[in-house]
């Protein structure tokens, strides 16, 4: 039993079937967006509300979750089979077989794109504010930012070329509910302002009435594990191609 789970859990078909649909998962929230996976999509309109949302939870479930985890065994399976056979031959304790590492940082990188993927989608925060200055906007129980002014520089042309918003970053005290201020600086498009894995997006701006700033809140958890996938994708590439240099040299 334990080598059909293993033959099944390794083999090269479960992984091909599970990419063809995840890439096509990928390609219905791309273009149908997330709501594709909402209550609404996966519910019929009749349902109550608290029918809708189990019948979400299940499916996405069964849609997203379970597939993902399967893909994620299926390489860590794979892995751990192809390591224990370089520590058996030896292969990792010869001169320059470190080299032979590179497969294996791949796969590890597939494995923290999921994993940051899920994180992301699951756990992914996000709501924007509109602002004139002076007005707060309240982070989270602790945090605050004022809005001390806004401003849109021109071209000659008089085009719109950037819209900066001068924020104050304020700190509530948890004893006496009094603020202070902590960081200030300047967003704008390109430049978002970040507070630990907060990240303060300039998004819009607002012209009835009194010129406004639009604000945009996003913490992403998923963002460090695809930051250290890229990075162990990378460097699992350079192995490779240096190991098939040596190889052929």
């Known amino acids: 039993m334990f080598r059909s789970l293993y033959a099944f859990f390794s083999s090269m078909r479960l992984a091909i079937v599970l990419i063809v649909y995840l890439i ?21 309109r ?21 597939p993902v985890m399967l893909f994620a065994l299926n390489l860590g399976v794979c892995a751990v089979s192809r390591i224990a056979k370089r520590l058996k031959s030896g ?14 940082l791949v796969h590890i990188s597939i494995l923290l794109f999921l994993l940051g993927g899920l994180l992301s989608h699951y756990g992914r925060i996000d709501g924007e504010v509109r602002l004139q200055p002076g007005e707060i906007a309240a982070l989270n129980s602790a945090y605050m930012i ?21 924020i104050q970053v304020l700190r509530r005290s948890s004893d006496d509910q009094q603020t ?24 819009s701006f607002y012209t009835t009435g009194e010129l406004a700033s639009g604000l945009q809140a996003v913490y992403d958890p998923g963002y460090p594990a695809i930051m250290a ?17 040596r190889t052929h040299a």
Do not use: H
């Open 24 to 44: 096509g998962l990928m390609l219905v929230v791309g273009i149908w967006g997330p709501g594709a996976l909402s209550p609404n999509a996966l519910a019929p």
């Open 46 to 66: 009749s349902a109550l509300g608290s029918v809708a949302g189990w019948i979400s939870i299940v499916g996405s479930l069964v849609l997203v979750v379970l």
């Open 91 to 104: 292969s990792y304790f010869r001169r320059f077989g470190w080299l032979y590492t590179g497969p294996d």
């Open 146 to 166: 004022r809005l001390e002014d806004f401003r849109i520089e021109q071209y000659k042309s008089g085009q719109a070329k950037q819209y900066i918003s001068s």
């Open 180 to 203: 202070e201020i902590i960081d200030q600086a300047d967003i704008t498009v390109n430049n978002p302002y970040s507070l630990g894995r907060l990240k303060i997006y300039q998004r």
């Open 229 to 245: 996938g890229i990075v162990f994708f990378l460097l699992g590439l350079c192995f490779i191609l240096a190991q098939k240099i």
